[in-house]
């Protein structure tokens, strides 16, 4: 043993060849924190002093090679001074550096996941073997960044310019076979042998059937390109992704600047040319809103944890009520390998269940995640059933019935009597109090809030709802099925719309506002989707259901009348008078066709507006940004509202919350992190201008005392 650190061992066998293991103590993932950079820039030290030094291999001890950064604590490195910053990056770089620079064959044993930082290490060596069922990306424009230790300049060089570009901007996992067919690596072997084919190939270099040297050089040269030819490539790829990342996400288009900036110079000018970039980005809000989501999810995945630490996983579940929803309910369980029974009064409703999932899972088979037999064998975990006959054996059921209070406090009395005396009771309600609920219960204990968004196999969340009696047991199985089912649950205090609801109708309730004044739907629409949300609240009205609208509208009004009751008719009243229920019978706002794969698309109908004409009580000139403020500002404060009465334990929990279930803008962070990058007291200045339209645009008492003494709700 020739180095032998809390992160990084160097050994050297007999044949001159020396394995660099990462193996970081006390963690189960290795990552690159300062520890382990800097035992790997000790460790190359002292492999560039071994005499003749054949060839050197670098593998991990742990199931991944390295999972990327430490976020946690390379996030402190952006709050640095733009030269500090740049020596820290400059750092890492010679190190990596140092690595394509030893005087012998390097060979990366990628055995698991290897991300980020992780990648790149891989890419500073001139071979790479993978395991069959790793996993290699480079993911930092999520994170609002783009690879800042030798990714982009690498990485071009190795597989073109436009697959670089590809990899880089996408930021997607990539498998083994993608990453073989790119050329990222040269191997992929079963996991056992990644090892010994990464020493396999440091032997073939020996023996003169591979030649490095040419490796490097072709790798270290800048890249041809006829102007023709570079315009060709960059244009179009700034097409394909400048579309998909859209304005306010700066990350794909910065990567594709520096990649084309360097691929034309030698490798130590585009790796400076890489850092100038970097910092940038670094410095901007965007990565700052999407550092501190990534932080947040992995804060409450924490706390999910904590609930569900001992908890008994659920071996048999249930679901009530076999619609649309509770046929999502059905699939995402019994495909992550919980069997589930549906069960519903009516065979048609079972029907359309198990249509539902079958076809979900169709869809997996075609899209190659699934086989067949596999598809088969989940599918058969789903027993429909119109009596409560295997209910005995149920550890846990899901009611997902019409959402009306007198029948589910029906159906949930009657279920409780045919399932054992620990089962676990969940009611899928949107807007209807827990506590209430559970009121003609005989266990309230052992009942909760299992709340799922539609469609439940994409939305990762789910609220889980504490009423005034239901146990920590009750809430730790919940959270740890939630789980099982590949979901993020959160876990929250009971009122009416719980969290996200609680904070949506306010968003509606603006828009609403906004259309008694004879605003025109669609032009609210296009603007808070310039904004950044996926859909504008009109169209989110429409595949959210009227009804469910309409209905969900009275609990809130009667839930909170001092700011959430309106007078005379709304549009989504109106609406609901008319039976135009949205994307479900294909007219609400917008008028529905199914497109060629059979999806709703909206058309615009000018027969709406004469419908609404009747709500419309004044007529207002709204400019984009009264429109983006009417809307936000009600959903900002109800969220702070949420915060202040303990309905959410954190402010990372309320932002995740409302990112995972109502596609609030990732790159805005949240709307407490939204309010501590705008600041409070410029937040309570531009409500303050809105104040005569009512409670909902006042804030708190406790939000003006935290704008007087420049408090944020994620700390300094």
Not at 63 to 81: C, H, N, Q, R, Y
Not at 107 to 129: H, K, P, Q, S, T
Not at 408 to 416: A, C, F, Q, R, Y
């Amino acid at each position: 043993m020739i180095f032998e650190g809390q992160a990084v061992k160097v050994a050297v066998d007999d044949a001159g060849v020396a394995t660099v293991t990462l193996d970081l103590v006390g963690e189960s993932v290795n990552k690159f924190n300062s520890l382990t950079l800097n035992e790997l820039a000790e460790a190359v030290t002292a492999l560039k002093h071994i005499d003749d030094l054949q060839g050197v291999i670098f593998a991990s001890a742990k199931d991944v090679f390295v999972v990327g950064a430490d976020i946690t604590e390379f996030t402190s490195w952006f709050k640095l001074e733009d030269d500090d910053l740049a020596d820290k990056l400059r750092h890492a770089h010679s190190i990596f550096n140092d690595i394509s620079n030893l005087c012998c064959p390097t060979v990366a044993a990628i055995n698991g996941i290897a991300l980020g930082g992780g990648m790149e290490l891989a890419l500073a060596c001139d071979y790479r073997v993978m395991a069959s069922t790793a996993k290699i990306g480079l993911p930092e424009t999520q994170l609002g960044i783009y690879p800042g230790w030798g990714g982009t300049v690498r990485l071009p060089r190795l597989i073109g310019a436009d697959n670089a570009c590809e990899w880089i901007c996408g930021g997607a996992q990539k498998r083994s076979e993608d990453a073989f067919k790119d050329g990222v690596v040269d191997a992929v072997v079963p996991t056992v042998k990644v090892n010994e084919s990464a020493r396999h190939l440091v032997q073939q270099v020996l023996d003169g059937k591979l030649d490095y040297h040419a490796r490097r050089d072709e790798l270290r040269a800048p890249m041809e390109f006829t102007p023709i030819e570079k315009m060709m490539v960059f244009e179009s790829v700034r097409g394909v992704v400048g579309a998909k990342a859209g304005k306010h996400y700066p990350a794909p288009m910065a990567a594709i600047k520096t990649i084309e900036k360097g691929i034309g110079q030698e490798m130590e000018k585009a790796l400076d040319t890489e850092i100038k970039g970097f910092i940038k980005l670094a410095k901007g809000p965007v990565a700052k809103s999407l550092v501190n989501l990534f932080l947040s999810d992995q804060q409450i995945k924490k706390t999910a944890g904590k609930y569900a630490k001992n908890a008994t996983p659920v071996k048999q579940a249930a679901v009530l009520g076999a619609g649309i929803m509770g046929g999502g309910v059905a699939y995402q369980s019994a495909s992550k390998g919980t069997p589930i029974i549906m069960k519903d009064i009516r065979p048609e409703a079972l029907e359309l269940g198990l249509s539902e999932a079958n076809k979900l899972f169709n869809g997996q088979v075609e899209r190659g995640r699934l086989t067949t037999e596999k598809a088969f064998k989940a599918m058969n975990a789903i027993a429909p059933a119109l009596s409560y006959g295997e209910f005995d054996h149920v550890d846990l059921v899901v009611e997902a019935v019409v959402e009306n209070v007198k029948i589910k406090k029906s159906v949930l009395s009657e279920v409780e009597t045919k399932i054992a005396d620990d089962a676990i009771l969940t009611s899928n309600t949107s807007t209807i109090s827990i506590t209430e609920l559970a009121k003609d219960l005989k266990r309230p204990e052992n009942f909760c809030g299992m709340h799922f968004f539609n469609p439940v196999h994409r939305m990762p969340l789910v609220e889980v709802i504490r009423g005034e009696k239901t146990s920590d047991a009750a809430i730790a199985k919940t959270v740890a099925y939630a789980q099982a089912m590949g979901k993020t649950p959160v876990v929250v205090n009971d009122c009416p719309g719980f969290l996200v609801n609680r904070v949506l109708f306010p968003y509606f309730a603006g828009f609403s506002l906004m259309m008694q004044e004879g605003a025109d739907f669609r032009v609210v629409d296009k603007t808070m989707e310039k904004f950044g949300w996926p859909m504008g609240p009109a169209y989110l009205l429409d595949v959210v259901g009227i009804d469910t609208a309409y209905h969900a509208d009275q609990v809130m009004a009667e839930g909170f009348p001092d700011r959430m009751k309106h007078e005379g008719t709304n549009a989504v009243d109106r609406l609901f008078e008319l039976e135009r229920f949205g994307q479900k019978n294909g007219k609400g706002f917008y008028s529905y066709e199914p497109d060629r794969k059979g999806k709703p698309k909206k058309i615009f109908n000018e027969e709406i507006d004469v419908l609404l004409s009747s709500v419309v009580v004044s007529k207002s000139e709204l400019s984009e940004d009264d429109i983006v403020a009417r809307m936000m500002i009600p959903l900002c404060i109800e969220t702070v509202r949420c915060l202040e009465e303990n309905i959410v334990a954190s402010a990372a929990e309320a932002d995740m919350g409302l990112i995972y279930g109502i596609g609030f803008p990732p790159y805005l962070g949240g709307a407490l992190h939204y309010l501590d990058q705008m600041g409070l007291q410029a937040f309570c200045d531009l409500a303050d201008k809105y104040s005569h339209l009512g409670k909902l645009y006042e804030p708190t008492a406790k939000m003006r005392e935290m704008a007087k003494n420049n408090d944020t709700y994620y700390g300094a």
